[in-house]
């Protein structure tokens, strides 16, 4: 049987579900790090988000120093990649839907692994020191695991 605009009528207690599943996971999540102690009313009060927003600034600074003509080429890449980690959270929190939550948690990981990758490919270049290298993958590795978490949380 279907509801308004086409819908049937077990769609909005689906959605209604994965709801209550989500926030029931983020306060199972507050004792592991994973979101902040609050009430989460907002992918913004996701700790790994907050962690994903902190990486960007990290990146950013460090890819600065990047030689001018790495604009357009791996500057460009390693920022899109960091950029991509906290936007992929929000944006899965925005679908409303666990399936497709945890799809947007899976690109964030592989955008993290991106701006791994790409970090050790500016420090072969020599764009950066180990010493300016070592403390951005500490940053990426504490980022990883909760990002994890949240998503075997999810499923």
């Known amino acids: 049987m279907r509801g308004r605009g086409g819908q049937r009528d077990g769609a909005s207690s689906a959605a ?14 507050a004792g592991h790090g994973v979101v902040a102690e609050r009430r989460i009313e907002s992918y913004r009060d996701l700790r790994v988000w907050q962690e994903a927003m902190d990486l960007v600034e990290a990146v950013y600074t460090a890819s600065g120093r990047f030689p001018s003509d790495e604009r357009f080429g791996l500057t460009a890449q390693v920022r899109r990649a960091a950029v991509s980690v906290p936007s992929n959270i929000a944006e899965g929190w925005g679908r409303g839907k666990t399936g497709e939550y945890r799809q947007f948690l899976r690109y964030a990981r592989a955008s993290l692994k991106e701006v791994e990758t790409q970090i050790l ?35």
């Open 16 to 29: 209604s579900n994965d709801i209550e599943r989500l926030e029931e996971v983020y306060r199972l999540g």
């Open 121 to 155: 490919v500016a420090e072969r270049l020599g764009y950066l020191a180990s010493e300016a290298v070592a403390p951005l993958d500490a940053h990426a590795q504490r980022l990883s695991r909760p990002l994890l978490s949240l998503l075997r949380a999810l499923s």
